[in-house]
C-alpha cells in the first residue's frame, strides 16, 4: 500500500510526510516500543508502526528499527519538538481519529500484513 491509499483508508493527516511513495505492506500495533524493539526483525523499511503513544520514545523506536512511517491512532498529534525530530530522522508520521483496534482491522483487511 501506498502511504495515500493508508491516509485515505483510516481518515487519517499528515503530521510529517518525508516520502509519501513508499510501499507499505506490513504492520505491528503496540504502545510498548518494548514489543516492537523486541518483535519486528524483518521489512522495518515496509512497516507502519501504529501506536497511541505519542511521544519522542516512539519516534526513536522506529529509527532504531529503521521504520519510516509511524500512524499514531486515536487523534493524538506529536508536539512541534517531536515533529521536528521526526523531520530530522525523515520518518513519516500520520494521525487518524480512528482506535487502534478499528485501524488495524481497516488496514488488515485492505491487505496490510502482521509483522
Not at 83 to 96: C, F, P, Q, Y
Amino acid at each position: 500500500m501506498k502511504l495515500n491509499d493508508i491516509i485515505e483508508a483510516v481518515h487519517g493527516e499528515w503530521l510529517v510526510c518525508c516520502d509519501n511513495e513508499c510501499e507499505i505492506n506490513y504492520g505491528f500495533s503496540s504502545d510498548l516500543m518494548s514489543d516492537a524493539l523486541a518483535l519486528i526483525q524483518q521489512y522495518s523499511e515496509e512497516t507502519v508502526l501504529i501506536t497511541g503513544l505519542c511521544n519522542s520514545q516512539s519516534i526513536r523506536t522506529a529509527d532504531m528499527l529503521d521504520i519510516h512511517t509511524i500512524l499514531i491512532v486515536r487523534g493524538k498529534k506529536y508536539n512541534e519538538e517531536e515533529i521536528a525530530l521526526a523531520k530530522e530522522m525523515k520518518i513519516n508520521v500520520m494521525t487518524t481519529p480512528l482506535t487502534m483496534f478499528e485501524t488495524c482491522g481497516i488496514l488488515h483487511a485492505k491487505g496490510l500484513k502482521s509483522v
